[in-house]
């Protein structure tokens, strides 16, 4: 592999695909071929999207050397199959959320990670969002304080572009899996563990009107609200809906520290602060932050490790955990209490 470049296929020609390729491209990768199970539908897509290569057999690109690397963008029933075909095949892989459907199909992909000395990073676009890394820094200088409560949404109105997101045979859950594991893995990724968990839940919309003019049944739940308790002490409320008109920017965040509050992809913009006795501001402060190309950063530091400029993350444990959250989150609506979560595990 040539040391400015790293060749990639896409595995899955759906919506999230345009993320992946425009961001590979703004980081400096090649995306060399597209692989869909529709051939008239992937060809159109690959048009779009300026890749001159298709395939309707994922195997072919991971036996083509010239292929460093996989983004492994399928629906979630796919996802250890094919995540574990690529690893022993040889190839890094950035696989999309949720890592799979369930926490052991997890285990099973961290397994073969392993053995194929970790080439494995989960998808979790939303860390390195720049007011995000901005956040992480301040909470890295301790002064902000400690974290008293967090507010967490992540709200849509559903997915319309397939009918595969609304059925159990392809899902393993609906919002919280689709939807909520962002804002798990945000919640954990700067604020540390979630060590317990509450939750209520509903089936708002039970039918839903594709953007095609399709009908489906939908009997996952599209709306939650969830409570959990961090390990260093601090509150979070979390808020998921596939049914939100409006819905927000990717999320929207809000935290309440000692020290000071912060508030991300709100009304007061990308960032703001209000923490006077850091600004020297008693007001909100909107902090400059880096304009850069959507998921530029994100994919940057994926092709790092594939070029084996910086080490493996920790994205694939990550992504075990917050299949395991939402698990807890099933179960604790489900029997209306507290569910315990310790070491990727519940009780």
């Avoid at 051939?39 to 999207?49: F, G, I, Q, V, Y």
Wanted: include cysteine.
């Amino acid at each position: 592999m040539a040391a400015s470049r790293a060749t990639i296929a896409v595995i899955g020609a759906g919506f999230i695909a345009d993320y992946h390729v425009n961001g590979l491209r703004a980081a400096g990768g090649e995306v060399t071929a597209l692989v869909g199970r529709r051939a008239d539908r992937t060809a159109s897509r690959a048009r779009e999207l300026g890749i001159g290569r298709t395939e309707t057999d994922y195997r072919t690109v991971l036996e083509d050397p010239s292929i460093d690397a996989v983004v492994v963008a399928s629906p979630d029933d796919t996802h250890e199959a094919i995540t574990i075909d690529a690893l022993d095949a040889g190839k890094h892989v950035l696989l999309q959320k949720p890592m799979a459907l369930d926490n052991s199909q997890c285990r099973r992909i961290i397994d073969a990670d392993e053995r194929a000395g970790r080439r494995l990073t989960v998808s979790f676009m939303h860390r390195y969002f720049p007011e995000v890394r901005w956040l992480q820094e301040v909470l890295a200088t301790g002064s902000l304080g400690p974290v008293h409560s967090v507010r967490v949404r992540n709200a849509t109105p559903g997915a319309d572009w397939a009918d595969w997101f609304f059925n159990p045979e392809n899902v393993s859950g609906g919002v919280v899996m689709q939807l909520g594991v962002h804002g798990i893995d945000l919640c954990r990724h700067l604020f540390g563990p979630i060590v317990s968990v509450s939750a209520e839940a509903l089936t708002a919309r039970p039918r839903r009107t594709l953007a095609d003019g399709r009908e489906v049944v939908a009997t996952l739940e599209d709306n939650v609200v969830a409570a959990y308790r961090l390990a260093n002490g601090g509150l979070v409320s979390h808020e998921m809906s596939y049914t939100e008109m409006a819905g927000c920017d990717r999320f929207r965040l809000e935290l309440y520290a000692e020290n000071g509050t912060v508030w991300l992809r709100t009304e007061r913009g990308k960032a703001a602060i209000f923490a006077p006795s850091l600004t020297g501001e008693a007001t909100w402060v909107q902090p400059p932050l880096a304009d850069e190309a959507f998921g530029q950063a994100h994919h940057a530091h994926w092709l790092s490790i594939v070029r084996g400029e910086a080490s493996a993350d920790d994205t694939p444990l990550a992504g075990l955990e917050s299949v395991t959250i939402a698990e807890a989150i099933y179960r604790a609506a489900r029997e209306s209490r507290s569910v315990v979560v310790q070491g990727g595990s519940t009780s």
